[in-house]
């Protein structure tokens, strides 16, 4: 019984460890759109506009999936922590925060994946 409670805590605790990060690093990247974007990398980005922030995703989506593909779990990670990040940087430029994805993420949870797309589909096709 001790190992369940004990399991449950250490996921609270990662949850709550995750969203702090993002939530830090998303007041971070507010505070980046007074900046100046000579002297702040986000600040460049948010100056060059929409279109540079999305070649960036891109570029880094590339580096992910090539990192995974050459099996190179450090590099992985390295590459998916500039994707989040960079993506985190886009939500922001939108005016959004990542709770929102985290509040989508957890809508999702324990639903099928399958009934998930099959709803999605569904709803497309009533639109057109």
């Known amino acids: 019984m001790a190992s369940v409670v004990q399991k449950k805590q250490t996921q609270v ?3 709550i460890k995750v969203s702090n990060v993002l939530q830090e690093l998303a007041q971070t990247l507010e505070q980046r759109k007074t900046a100046d974007p000579k002297q702040s ?3 460049s980005l948010y100056a060059k ?3 540079t922030i999305l070649k960036k995703i891109g570029e880094e989506t590339t580096e992910t999936v090539i990192a995974a593909k050459n099996g190179e779990p450090n590099q992985l990670i390295y590459e998916t922590a500039d994707l ?3 993506t985190l940087v886009l939500l922001a430029h939108q005016g959004l925060g990542p709770q929102a994805v985290l509040n989508e993420l957890e809508r999702r949870f324990g639903f ?3 009934a998930e797309k099959a709803q999605r589909n569904q709803s497309t096709t009533e639109e057109t």
């Open 84 to 86: 989040w990040f960079h």
């Open 49 to 51: 506009g929409l279109d």
């Open 13 to 15: 605790r990662k949850k």
């Open 41 to 43: 990398y986000v600040a």
């Open 112 to 114: 099928s994946g399958f």
